[in-house]
């Protein structure tokens, strides 16, 4: 195995292009090193991402936040902008793990490690947040909604990195939210997830809305019927009811020991609409 | 495999050592430096034993590669004590009988030190989700917690 550590991303872009083994990007490792450790992976390329300038930083552009690729869950709780604006997104990343895990672990790396049960994956998706990502032909913006392809996949291509994420400005009256069901309250994969982003308008009447599950198909789910059941509405119980149901006829989980397909099914529903009154809640607050 | 020279500060010595690219920081540590106060539980992040700041940040050794240690700060259990003097957290294990076989104990004073150094007065319960990364097969916490809210007493008052 060979470890590389890059100064740019396109010294990154080339060194991955140019492998003809397996190569794996090393952000904070905490699923790279396990699957080592387990035999899953052998890379013959190991490039480490995080001397690369500015990937360890959070910026403001055009009053959102750039989040750069290495920057850690730890990092992003201790941003007092990023929790003010987007708490959803914050609550997801803080979840990975423990205090040690959240030392290293980064959004982008739950992303492109393509697990369905990723924590942060649905709070980004929600958020409409854009990946920019840098590959042997140069740089390019995908949403974060289109890099998932299935369990330990993505749509990246040989060569291509994230170098950042971009959470987007956000009007008043806007915020974000993301719950899980886990057995154990701490250190567990999600058996089921969702993420609601919402914006009120004065009224304190929902005009904006984005539903998101995780863990109950093999990819991220967008519900936009969940949230076309809430625009126009203050949260009522009908409004609630009918999100809930969408969220369901979104379903199409596994069944395995963590959960069955009728549970999942069930908890996907209640859990969104616990955060999307939390949301609404935030939301009103910030009004 | 072809080895790789690093430069890393432990417990502030400045260290030099070589290390293979695949071998993590838990080995390089324990194997190369001799600082076995790291401990392996698990090899794969759940378990703790193995926790070290790596440029002030706790992190599990066993998820770091050595390489990436090139140019860092770490610091282990063996860091803690002044000398003779143990370090509050170690004097407090011991007095309130907080291990019995002792191999999570490195991981957890590492751990401890890394909130009380953020926060001098934590919270039963944020000591609890602080630690909830390290785990313990004998003691059952309570005593643990315990002896880390009596050392945070005693540094406050110090
Ligand atoms: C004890 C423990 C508990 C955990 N708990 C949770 C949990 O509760 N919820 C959860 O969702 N996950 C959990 N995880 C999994 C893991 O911590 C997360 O998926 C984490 O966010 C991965 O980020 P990383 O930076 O460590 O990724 P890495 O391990 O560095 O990388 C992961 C994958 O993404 C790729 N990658 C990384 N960065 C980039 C990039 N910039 N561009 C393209 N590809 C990239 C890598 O090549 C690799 O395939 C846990 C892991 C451990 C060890
Ligand atoms: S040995 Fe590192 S967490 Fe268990
Ligand atoms: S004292 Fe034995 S594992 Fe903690």
């Known amino acids: 195995m060979r470890y590389e550590r890059p100064q740019t991303a396109t010294q990154a872009a080339q060194l991955l292009a140019n492998e003809p083994g397996l190569a794996r990007i090393l952000a904070g490792g905490t699923d790279v090193l396990v699957q080592m450790k387990a035999g899953m992976v052998t890379p013959d390329l190991v490039v480490d991402i995080k001397k690369i300038a500015q990937i360890g930083n959070i910026q403001s552009e055009e009053g959102g936040y750039r989040i750069g690729a290495a920057v850690s869950g730890a990092q992003l709780g201790e941003h007092a902008g990023v929790c003010a604006q987007w708490p959803g997104v914050v609550e997801a990343a803080q979840l990975i793990g423990s205090t040690q895990v959240q030392g290293r672990a980064t959004m982008v790396g739950n992303l492109c490690n393509g697990s369905p049960a990723a924590d942060s994956v649905p709070a980004l998706v929600a958020a409409n947040a854009v990946a920019r990502i840098t590959g042997p032909n140069g740089t390019r913006d995908c949403p974060v909604a289109d890099i998932p392809a299935g369990p330990g996949r993505t749509t990246l291509t040989k060569g291509e990195l994230i170098t950042s994420v971009f959470l987007p400005a956000r009007p008043q009256g806007a915020a974000d939210a993301y719950l899980r069901f886990t057995p154990r309250t701490e250190m567990d994969i999600a058996v089921a997830s969702a993420a609601v982003s919402l914006t009120l308008d004065a009224q304190g009447r929902c005009c904006e809305a984005r539903v998101v599950l995780g863990a109950v198909a093999p990819r991220v789910v967008l519900v936009a019927e969940a949230a076309a059941a809430l625009i126009g509405t203050h949260l009522e119980p009908p409004a609630l009811d009918a999100m809930v149901a969408a969220c369901r006829a979104a379903c199409a989980p596994i069944d395995d020991k963590r959960g069955t397909v009728a549970f999942r099914t069930q908890v996907a529903g209640v859990l969104a609409k616990r955060a999307a009154v939390i949301a609404q809640t935030r939301a009103g607050a910030k009004s | ?158």
Not at chain 2, 53 to 75: F, M, N, Q
Not at chain 2, 130 to 140: E, I, K, Q, S, V
């Open chain 2, 1 to 158: 495999m072809k080895t790789i020279q690093i430069s890393t500060t432990v417990n502030g010595d400045a260290l030099e050592t070589l290390c293979a690219p695949d071998e993590t920081l838990l080995d390089v540590l324990r194997n190369r430096l001799g600082l076995t106060g790291v401990k392996e539980g698990c090899g794969t992040g759940d378990c703790g034993a193995c926790s070290v700041t790596l440029d002030g940040r706790l992190v599990c050794s066993c998820l770091v590669l050595g390489v990436e240690a090139d140019g860092a700060h770490i610091g282990t259990v063996e860091g803690l004590a002044d000398h003779d003097h143990l370090h509050p957290l170690q004097r407090h294990f011991i007095d309130g009988a907080a291990l019995q076989c002792g191999i999570c104990t490195p991981g957890i004073l590492v751990a401890a030190k890394a909130l009380l150094d953020r926060n001098p007065d934590p919270s039963e319960s944020e000591i609890r989700y602080w630690l909830a990364g390290n785990l313990c097969r004998c003691t059952g916490y309570d005593k643990i917690i315990k002896a880390v809210q009596s050392a945070a007493a005693e540094m406050r008052s110090a």
